[in-house]
């Protein structure tokens, strides 16, 4: 059911190590590293982090380019963070535009929660390239994660490559139909698509849904993973070392 | 707009869990009735999953604020499978956009489940059912659904912006600078996610009626 990709994991069923790296410590891995992001006052801990993700990426041969495109929405972002924070917080005006003042103490925060929002960005895009779904799902069962939830991520994440398929095909006959030559074409087109979309879509799930109950697959995930293994005992003493210099870090309180 | 990861401080992102989680576990317990009792909607809950999962993660630039916009999905899923189910769908959409996408984030993911989940599906649902009720045709009704379950989903989400970073100015101040900066793009968007929304269920209304089986079909 999930040995696809959709493209953007592909690296995790491509069996590089980080992919190997027992999911349930990348969670906690990246729990730890997203609470001690949130939590520290300093610009350094979010520098650090940054640092620390695209240096895994590299040594774990990631694609990365494309994850740092991914990263583009996120940084956009800061552009709105860090103008409502001159505007909005702090009291020493460096500037002002017409009647608002700009303040520095502002402008400083911004950019610290600006930095903030990329590095955690960075720990989850991570976290999502590198894990197969139905790991990831496991160890989310794992962690007690309650068992229809967790099939609900599997069926949706099944049904994306379902829905694309069939979007492209219903799309392309259109075309060649002339569906889209005008936008009052288009939007009947775009009706016509969104509707049999759903159902064709919905019929192909449910003779796929009944012919594995036939076969008598089950709808439970377990979450029965292996014993860590050598690399899975290095990844998560990494991390802890990473933690504890983050820590300290965040104790200086260095901003 | 989700919320991006590292944004909001500590305190709010657990505050927003807390409504989240009640919620979310709330719809499960109602998924898992439906599972029990109906093994086939399977099928339907994935597919629906799928849909607002790529509805909500179609990007438009919003002018002036260095962000985008998107569509919600989750009235859609509110009309066809009730609002409790369409919550744990937009929860799942979420988590994997996070993951998949960098678009929204882990401690965000209360606060954008708040939103867009249980904001969009409940507010989407009601303006259905007091629409069906006034006496407005099912599409019509559909369509307004989709746009106030998109309104108030930004709404939520401004009001969650303001809170984060209200700095020394009050908070409804810069919840309305937010909300009016989204209004340029968030009105169309709006008005486009209703047509989509009305056409889909009239289509489906047409094609596969039995679908709709638990929506007021009459008003």
Same mark, same amino acid.
């Given at each position: 059911?999930?040995?696809?990709?959709?493209?953007?994991?592909?690296?995790?069923?491509?069996?590089?190590?980080?992919?190997?790296?027992?999911?349930?410590?990348?969670?906690?891995?990246?729990?730890?590293?997203?609470?001690?992001?949130?939590?520290?006052?300093?610009?350094?801990?979010?520098?650090?982090?940054?640092?620390?993700?695209?240096?895994?990426?590299?040594?774990?041969?990631?694609?990365?380019?494309?994850?740092?495109?991914?990263?583009?929405?996120?940084?956009?972002?800061?552009?709105?963070?860090?103008?409502?924070?001159?505007?909005?917080?702090?009291?020493?005006?460096?500037?002002?535009?017409?009647?608002?003042?700009?303040?520095?103490?502002?402008?400083?925060?911004?950019?610290?929660?600006?930095?903030?929002?990329?590095?955690?960005?960075?720990?989850?895009?991570?976290?999502?390239?590198?894990?197969?779904?139905?790991?990831?799902?496991?160890?989310?069962?794992?962690?007690?994660?309650?068992?229809?939830?967790?099939?609900?991520?599997?069926?949706?994440?099944?049904?994306?490559?379902?829905?694309?398929?069939?979007?492209?095909?219903?799309?392309?006959?259109?075309?060649?139909?002339?569906?889209?030559?005008?936008?009052?074409?288009?939007?009947?087109?775009?009706?016509?698509?969104?509707?049999?979309?759903?159902?064709?879509?919905?019929?192909?799930?449910?003779?796929?849904?009944?012919?594995?109950?036939?076969?008598?697959?089950?709808?439970?995930?377990?979450?029965?993973?292996?014993?860590?293994?050598?690399?899975?005992?290095?990844?998560?003493?990494?991390?802890?070392?990473?933690?504890?210099?983050?820590?300290?870090?965040?104790?200086?309180?260095?901003? | 707009?989700?919320?991006?990861?590292?944004?909001?401080?500590?305190?709010?992102?657990?505050?927003?869990?807390?409504?989240?989680?009640?919620?979310?576990?709330?719809?499960?317990?109602?998924?898992?009735?439906?599972?029990?009792?109906?093994?086939?909607?399977?099928?339907?809950?994935?597919?629906?999953?799928?849909?607002?999962?790529?509805?909500?993660?179609?990007?438009?630039?919003?002018?002036?604020?260095?962000?985008?916009?998107?569509?919600?999905?989750?009235?859609?899923?509110?009309?066809?499978?009730?609002?409790?189910?369409?919550?744990?769908?937009?929860?799942?959409?979420?988590?994997?956009?996070?993951?998949?996408?960098?678009?929204?984030?882990?401690?965000?993911?209360?606060?954008?489940?708040?939103?867009?989940?249980?904001?969009?599906?409940?507010?989407?649902?009601?303006?259905?059912?007091?629409?069906?009720?006034?006496?407005?045709?099912?599409?019509? +009704? !559909?369509?307004? /659904?989709? #746009?106030?379950?998109?309104? @108030?989903?930004? %709404? $939520?989400?401004?009001?969650? =912006?303001?809170?984060?970073?209200?700095?020394?100015?009050?908070?409804?101040?810069?919840? +309305? !600078?937010?909300? /009016?900066? #989204?209004?340029?793009?968030? @009105?169309?968007? %709006? $008005?486009?996610?209703?047509? =989509?929304?009305?056409?889909?269920?009239?289509?489906?209304?047409?094609?596969?009626?039995?679908?709709?089986?638990?929506?007021?079909?009459?008003?």
């Amino acid at each position: 059911m999930t040995g696809a990709s959709h493209g953007r994991d592909d690296y995790a069923w491509s069996g590089g190590w980080l992919s190997r790296v027992d999911p349930r410590v990348k969670i906690a891995s990246v729990a730890g590293l997203l609470a001690v992001n949130l939590l520290a006052a300093t610009f350094l801990v979010p520098l650090v982090i940054s640092f620390a993700m695209l240096l895994l990426m590299v040594a774990g041969r990631v694609p990365y380019r494309r994850q740092l495109i991914m990263i583009a929405f996120p940084a956009t972002f800061a552009i709105f963070i860090i103008a409502s924070q001159t505007v909005f917080e702090g009291r020493a005006v460096f500037a002002s535009l017409w009647f608002i003042d700009l303040h520095l103490d502002g402008l400083l925060h911004g950019i610290y929660l600006s930095l903030r929002v990329v590095s955690g960005a960075l720990v989850v895009v991570v976290l999502g390239v590198t894990t197969p779904i139905n790991r990831l799902c496991m160890a989310l069962r794992w962690f007690r994660v309650p068992a229809t939830f967790v099939e609900v991520v599997l069926l949706t994440y099944r049904y994306l490559f379902d829905i694309y398929a069939e979007y492209a095909r219903m799309r392309e006959a259109q075309r060649s139909r002339l569906g889209w030559t005008s936008a009052a074409a288009g939007l009947s087109s775009s009706r016509m698509l969104g509707g049999s979309l759903f159902l064709r879509v919905y019929e192909r799930g449910l003779r796929s849904a009944e012919a594995m109950s036939c076969r008598g697959a089950g709808s439970l995930v377990s979450g029965n993973l292996p014993r860590p293994s050598r690399l899975d005992v290095g990844a998560g003493l990494a991390t802890a070392l990473l933690l504890v210099l983050l820590v300290v870090l965040a104790l200086e309180g260095w901003r | 707009m989700h919320i991006p990861e590292g944004l909001i401080p500590a305190g709010q992102a657990l505050a927003w869990y807390a409504p989240a989680l009640a919620f979310i576990g709330t719809g499960l317990a109602s998924l898992r009735k439906r599972f029990n009792e109906l093994p086939q909607t399977r099928a339907l809950v994935g597919l629906l999953g799928a849909f607002v999962f790529v509805i909500s993660l179609m990007p438009v630039p919003v002018p002036g604020l260095g962000t985008v916009s998107h569509p919600c999905g989750t009235p859609l899923a509110a009309i066809i499978l009730g609002p409790l189910t369409a919550i744990v769908l937009g929860a799942v959409a979420l988590l994997l956009q996070a993951l998949f996408f960098a678009h929204g984030g882990i401690t965000t993911w209360g606060a954008n489940v708040f939103a867009m989940a249980i904001g969009g599906s409940l507010a989407g649902f009601a303006a259905f059912r007091v629409s069906r009720r006034l006496g407005f045709g099912i599409g019509a +009704a !559909a369509g307004m /659904a989709g #746009f106030t379950g998109d309104l @108030v989903t930004y %709404a $939520i989400t401004a009001l969650q =912006l303001a809170l984060s970073l209200h700095g020394q100015e009050p908070v409804t101040l810069v919840w +309305a !600078a937010a909300f /009016a900066s #989204f209004l340029p793009t968030q @009105v169309p968007l %709006a $008005i486009a996610e209703g047509l =989509l929304t009305a056409g889909v269920v009239v289509f489906i209304a047409r094609q596969r009626a039995e679908l709709l089986a638990g929506v007021v079909m009459r008003p």
